[in-house]
């Protein structure tokens, strides 16, 4: 095994990208998303090879080679062209290639035997240096990424295939998309990029309980996380409305709370989905929302339920069905801490989401049993809710997972004692990221006000008038860009933050529409925390600058099948600089 | 050939739905969208026979003979199953059919032997009774339509379509939507339904030239407006940012003006998209969007096009490029007419959109090739706006054809003297709808504060901060769905409004998307135009009774390949009544 660190003058590292001249893309010289965070390019075209392969310096564990294949073949299909009205010839002035790519070599610059997966799934404090790379990538001749583990190497391949253009050197120069080509080429070789990611939490949460996903949807959501270096599946798998998790140990939870018999995930289809994800650099976070969010409970277990499908739900819930856990019950207690516990054997991850958001007070003091329990220790509702945190929580810690919980765990009901390794969202404004902070907890940024992928889809609650978006307005990927994770931070407690997450709550969106509603918004959530912010450490990075980086990665995923909504005109995509304000 | 009219004593009729129960469903006793204006049903359900057929009582033309052919198919491809928890098993006690419709059998009342095609494309004026029917659909035994022509027949299958449901005996009934069935039902039997559309124009506008749509995407869009009884398409075709329109008269418009050469809709291309809609009772209106709102014709004729591409194009148009036609130019304005001349050969509509909004004056008094025509000829820019329509209007006017214009043409430019039976689109605000009746002419309510599909898609002119959409927030169905026509519309004045549509602008809208952001929400605008206000001739309906037809046609929509997003939690679909305000 052979470290090939290409040596570079230290002068010659760009950070990226404020630095840099606009090319005729506008996007700086390089057209990753995410862009790496160092990086020098050159500004020759350079072919790959007919006979173009990546080759491995030794051997490397089984789903590093399965993802390189992958690659492989993703570059031969692609018909992906530079995005400028000339669609690329610009680069090859004789129409023609005049220097090659042979191969791309994959070094382990470490000893590091573990698979992707093995290291998507460490825990977020042991992260740090676990996807770093360097890619070099020459005019002529073979390519070299090195990296200490898979992941790094797995990071590299990934860039390497979204700088990737292909071209038709008998196309005629057009105004709009060109129709595709057969020569792959990289357009600003040589390359030197030394890249790591600014955050160690980068994540997307799916909501499979308001509509069921089945396992290929999520396979595709995946993949196309993997592509953007996406890491965490925050993947809220049941809540209210339906409970599609058959657990072999409580099956009645899913057959009498799944939407239909098909509309579920058998414990082997989350093995397969964590498999899957595993090997694409991708933790699956599992969240089981308690004590609220629970509803659906009541269908097999009508007992454990307070203000089961109460009529009205105005008052009784944020949302219809009204319905939550009796959590001052121990018997409540206890069946949560079984479901936690079924759940968590079929998990890899060292997190477990257990909720906690949108407990509604109004259900549980008209909830006659629960109000019974309380008066029979002299509880108040915060008194259960500890003792319930702490004895499911109990389940977690004593199976070595972490909990991860919604801000209200920590700021709505007083001290719940909960372990100080707990995770916290911030989902309801970013302005409560300074609470969270100061009672000492790490969090990820997933607020409403920037981050809520479901905003501005129009009130879903129907109204004879008609209504707008609790979160309004819908979060154009440009407000997701802007967001400074820093804002209201205190230097000292900069290491509490994670990372971010772009959240889609399933109400209004289903298989039909959310590649939609996720894409390409969520490739800018993916760069802002891959990237961070700009040299000098300031956020945000510049939108005007990362618009065709987004326009780009936008054609690429269309072509891989996944339905990204176009950002502007298509005359805008190839025409970089002129559809921004003033330009 | 006979009228089957079914003799019903008039006490009987429910003018729909304000006098009704709720059933089940929370529906009212029909399901049909757009609700018929006049209807009562039974409470008996009858199965479809095996043998079950349409069949005619006289010769009809090929479209309808056609049509009923694809809704036989339809019906037995359909898995559609009703929307409760119990999937329709409710209907069924002995879980068995019971009854039997044998056959559909149409009836034309008159000797009309137009097609469906040639009464899609008759004038606004002539429209009344043209797609009336009546329906009646027994227990057991023959149903039978009723129309005067072979459009009201259409209107009358797609009814009858819409009303047949499937179920699988065998199938365990489940909180969600169930997966299907074999047999082909119809639950509130027997039905009466004397139907006729409340508004003869009911369109859905598309963008083409922002984004290419592929000729079979459109087909897709008009069997979908053909659902749910829209009768115009709207074909904003082209635009600044591409021309797609290859006339063969003039083929430098599309050579130089598409995207790509596979962008673009041949002149058979164009045939064929008119024939496909005219069969379904769709008259396709083409817009060809002048003066301004044409950039793209300066990639070939680029002395005919001021500030042309201006950079910064902030202040020079209302979205990049800047560009618009030098309407002050007679060569320009001939030129103008030969592009209408050629685009009306290929058209049938009694209609063609001139367009007229959003001309930049500043554009033009920058432009010196204007401004020596006007001081040449001692205009303003009124004064040669007007010389320019009634060049151009004139071509159409000779042709037998009426313009249609949006709402600047009689609001911002002084009397142009425009043709009275220039149809009017109100785009703006429907607070200028009053200001356009005054001046005495019809009117199509298209407003972007109702009807704009592509609000609230979050701001496309790229800014590092973010940005809303210009006509935030997103309209909801139930905001559509609210409208009343008639607001500030005199008694004399109420025949002058024609209609409504939902337009579709693509600046962040294509392939990947359209369908979305279209459906089901145009579904509910369809509605407003063909079933009008309440039986008091009051507005709106109530979006909550409505709601439920509207989950049953989104899932309709979807069986069909039709990506129409979710309206509600899956729960909600198959809980009637329960996701409503205060439900």
Not at 73 to 87: N, W
Not at 519 to 536: F, K
Request: glycine share 6%; with cysteine.
């Amino acid at each position: 095994m052979t470290a090939v660190l290409v040596p570079l003058l230290a002068a010659l590292w760009v950070f990226s990208p404020s630095s840099f001249a606009t090319t005729s893309n506008g996007s700086g010289e390089i057209n990753a998303l995410p862009i790496p965070v160092k990086y020098t390019t050159g500004s020759k075209a350079a072919c790959l090879a007919d006979s173009f392969s990546i080759q491995f310096d030794s051997d490397v564990p089984a789903d590093l080679s399965a993802a390189s294949d992958r690659v492989l073949e993703r570059i031969k299909k692609s018909q992906h062209t530079y995005l400028t009205t000339t669609s690329g010839t610009e680069f090859f002035p004789s129409l023609k290639c005049e220097s090659e790519v042979t191969e791309l070599r994959l070094s382990l610059s470490s000893d590091h035997s573990l698979s992707i997966f093995d290291l998507a799934i460490k825990p977020v404090e042991e992260r740090k240096g676990l996807e770093d790379y360097t890619l070099t990538i020459p005019t002529s001749g073979a390519a070299t990424a090195t990296a200490s583990t898979a992941l790094g190497l797995f990071r590299a391949i990934t860039t390497f295939e979204n700088l990737v253009f292909k071209i038709d050197f008998s196309l005629p120069s057009s105004p709009g998309v060109a129709e595709g080509g057969d020569t792959a080429y990289l357009p600003f070789t040589p390359y030197h990029i030394d890249d790591a990611p600014a955050f160690h939490w980068r994540s997307i949460l799916l909501d499979t309980s308001r509509h069921f996903f089945a396992k290929q949807s999520l396979f595709k959501l995946l993949d196309t996380m993997s592509a953007v270096k996406l890491n965490v599946f925050h993947w809220h798998i049941t809540d209210s409305q339906s409970w599609p998790l058959a657990l072999n140990e409580l099956p009645e939870l899913a057959a009498k709370g799944a939407y239909t018999p098909r509309k579920t995930y058998s414990e082997q289809d989350v093995a397969e989905i964590i498999q899957f994800a595993g090997e694409r650099g991708i933790d699956v976070v599992m969240e089981i929302d308690t004590p609220g969010h629970t509803t659906v409970i009541g269908n097999s277990h009508p007992d454990m339920i307070a203000c089961n499908t109460h009529k009205p739900w105005t008052g009784w819930a944020n949302e219809p069905p009204a319905g939550q856990l009796r959590f001052a019950d121990p018997a409540v207690t206890a069946f949560t801490s079984r479901i936690f516990s079924a759940a968590i054997k079929l998990t890899k991850s060292a997190y477990f989401g257990t909720g906690g958001d949108e407990l509604n007070e109004q259900c549980m003091d008209a909830d006659q049993p629960t109000q019974r329990v309380l008066k029979a220790n002299g509880w108040t509702l915060n008194d259960a809710l500890k003792n319930f945190t702490a004895e499911t929580h109990g389940t977690l810690l004593s199976a070595k997972r972490t909990p991860m919980v919604w801000q209200e765990m920590v700021l709505a009901h007083g001290d719940l004692e909960l372990d100080k390794n707990t995770i916290v969202d911030v989902w309801i404004s970013s302005a409560d990221v300074g609470a969270v902070l100061d009672k000492g907890f790490r969090l990820v940024h997933a607020s409403s006000d920037y981050f809520y992928l479901d905003c501005g889809q129009g009130g879903w609650i129907t109204e004879n008038v008609g209504s707008n978006s609790w979160c309004d307005p819908f979060k154009a990927w440009t407000r997701m860009y802007s967001f400074n994770p820093y804002t209201n931070v205190t230097a000292v407690q900069r290491p509490l933050v994670l990372g971010g997450q772009a959240s889609l709550w399933c109400e209004q969106t289903d298989e039909t529409n959310f590649e939609t509603v996720m894409w390409p918004r969520a490739a800018a959530v993916a760069e802002l925390w891959w990237s961070g912010g700009n040299a000098d450490g300031t956020f945000p990075r510049s939108a005007v600058d990362a618009l065709p980086r987004m326009h780009d990665m936008r054609y690429r995923l269309v072509e891989k099948g996944v339905r990204a909504e176009p950002l502007q005109p298509e005359w805008c995509a190839v025409h970089p600089g002129r559809c921004v304000l003033g330009g």
